[in-house]
């Protein structure tokens, strides 16, 4: 069984970059398409971004496209969420998700594995 840990949230001036990490526990991890989602306070969690096991063809949600850029390292058994020009809107807890079938990966429910989520705020 996978297990997922998100690290590297924080508080940023608008503008600014996080890195998000997340390390997943297990030998499986590599067969895994892996999902980085947020929810902020009376909203339901919303796609960020996705890739499929093999690092290619990554997929992002339009309001992040050229901004937030999604990688894996199989070796390390993580997966990582560069985010640029960061914006208040971006503020919210991320997180990282597996999706064993790599099935609809923009799909919240598709997903069969979550961490607990990092916090990202971002100042005006």
């Known amino acids: 069984q996978v297990q997922l840990v998100e690290s590297g949230g924080g508080l940023v001036q608008a503008g600014g970059s996080l890195r998000l990490s997340c390390a997943a526990s297990?030998?499986?991890?590599?067969?895994?398409?892996m999902g980085w989602f947020r929810q902020t306070p009376g909203k339901e969690r919303e796609f960020v971004a996705a890739?499929?096991?093999?690092?290619?063809?990554?997929y992002y949600a339009d309001s992040v496209k050229g901004r937030f850029t999604i990688s894996r390292d199989n070796a390390k058994n993580t997966v990582y969420l560069q985010m640029n020009s960061l914006n208040p809107e971006d503020t919210a807890i991320y997180y990282c998700?597996?999706?064993?079938?790599?099935?609809?990966?923009?799909?919240?429910?598709?997903?069969?594995?979550w961490g607990q989520g990092t916090q990202v705020t971002v100042s005006s």
């Open positions: 998700a597996a999706n064993l079938k790599s099935l609809r990966l923009q799909e919240r429910s598709a997903y069969d594995l």
């Open positions: 297990g030998r499986t991890f590599s067969r895994y398409a």
């Open positions: 890739i499929t096991w093999t690092g290619g063809s990554p």
